[in-house]
């Protein structure tokens, strides 16, 4: 186990000087985000900043996920961590010490890949042997600890089989005993499951969570998926574009997202948006939006007022599972419905509302009959204590 603190970190590529490196790093971003084809990296007479200003503190045995969309320099931070990256300027502590300058095989660290990085002529055994090979581990300790990591990881039945004859989430397992199989202070991984089909994912996420328990090590982990840092992390750190968005617990960063960037990013189905106002009657904040209105909970008033915020124009934002069809009087919308998503318990209801796509997760009890053929109107309004004021030119949460 041990503690890990981030301080001021900043990476840049120079220009010219590792081209190659900073185009394949431009370029996967750029095909990992079809929608803008763009990246807003700051690009500086020094170079292209991948990771700028980053600061965190890990306690030690903390399980931390950074997540964010391909390109916003999580696995770049990873890498510096573990010492396969330089860093350009600021500060790595680990239990104290300044690792900038200390190689990656002095950290105590291991690291485990997106593909596996298994050795195919050697057997699941031989492979787990190799790290405490190299640290020329005496042969009954390094049995033992192999035998044990294999244990942890249910495949013991797979020691004297090759990687080829495993499956992909054998070898994900094998993978991830080789490192934890010489206890090390610190485990990396770096989006370990992007290459597992969706049950194998779930399985494994399962998997690590188990291992967490049983394994004295401090983790960060990558991964562009939310759904896997939602359940792995104690906390999150959400990136964009080489900067920290927010820092917080799952339950934290779900409801007081900061800006609309982590509204959006955080949830699945991702939170609805729409065009608002935020108004005053008497003393009173009150949101207009579809031609409804919607008074904030009496928290939210109190947030408000604490930060002074002025009438505006403002981006209301609402998660599927918190809007509601029950009847309030004054506080109802309409739209019509495009799609809806039998899901067994619940249905999602895609709405047209005035040219805007809007979601609603309703369980099927709360329907009563009420008809969700296309083109049918459904009448919604937002449950006011989980509603969302973002100032419209900054996105930033009027709350906060």
Same mark, same amino acid.
């Given at each position: ?41 700051? +690009?500086?007479? #020094?170079?292209? @900043?991948?990771?700028? &200003?980053?600061? $965190?503190?890990?306690? %030690? ?118 490192? +934890?199989?010489? #206890?090390?202070? @610190?485990?990396?991984? &770096?989006?370990? $499951?992007?290459?597992? %089909? ?203």
């Amino acid at each position: 186990m041990a503690t890990i603190s981030l301080q001021h970190i900043q990476k840049i590529y120079p220009i010219g000087e590792t081209s190659k490196k900073q185009k394949a790093f431009l370029k996967k971003a750029k095909e990992d985000n079809p929608e803008t084809n763009k990246v807003n990296l700051k +690009i500086t007479e #020094e170079g292209v @900043v991948a990771v700028d &200003d980053f600061n $965190l503190e890990v306690e %030690d045995n903390e399980f931390i996920v950074f997540v964010g969309p391909s390109g916003c320099g999580k696995s770049t931070t990873l890498r510096m961590i573990a010492g396969l990256e330089d860093i350009t300027r600021g500060d790595l502590y680990i239990d104290g010490v300044r690792m900038n300058d200390i190689e990656p095989k002095d950290r105590d660290i291991a690291m485990v890949f997106q593909n596996y990085a298994l050795y195919p002529h050697m057997t699941v055994r031989q492979n787990l042997q190799f790290p405490l090979e190299l640290r020329k581990v005496p042969k009954e300790q390094m049995d033992r600890q192999v035998d044990e990591a294999a244990e942890i990881l249910g495949i013991t039945e797979y020691l004297n089989r090759k990687p080829k004859a495993l499956s992909g989430g054998q070898r994900q397992r094998v993978a991830i005993g080789r490192a +934890i199989v010489r #206890e090390p202070r @610190v485990l990396l991984m &770096d989006e370990p $499951l992007s290459n597992l %089909d969706a049950k194998l994912r779930n399985q494994m996420r399962a998997e690590i969570i188990k291992l967490r328990q049983r394994i004295k090590s401090t983790f960060i982990y990558v991964t562009h998926d939310q759904t896997e840092a939602m359940t792995l992390g104690d906390r999150i750190v959400i990136m964009k574009d080489g900067l920290i968005q927010q820092i917080g617990t799952p339950q934290e960063v779900f409801d007081n997202p900061i800006n609309t960037f982590v509204a959006g990013f955080i949830g699945m189905p991702q939170m609805n948006f729409y065009d608002g106002s935020l108004d005053k009657e008497g003393d009173r904040y009150v949101i207009n939006v579809l031609g409804a209105k919607i008074y904030p909970s009496e928290e939210k008033q109190a947030n408000l007022k604490k930060n002074d915020v002025k009438p505006m124009d403002i981006i209301v934002g609402a998660r599927p599972e918190h809007i509601t069809l029950k009847e309030v009087e004054g506080a109802m919308m309409e739209g019509s419905v495009d799609v809806s998503e039998m899901m067994g318990s619940s249905v999602h209801i895609h709405l047209n509302t005035g040219g805007h796509d809007s979601i609603i997760i309703v369980p099927t009890l709360d329907l009563g009959g009420q008809s969700l053929a296309i083109g049918s109107k459904v009448r919604f309004t937002f449950a006011p204590n989980v509603v969302h004021m973002f100032n419209k030119e900054t996105g930033k949460n009027l709350e906060y």
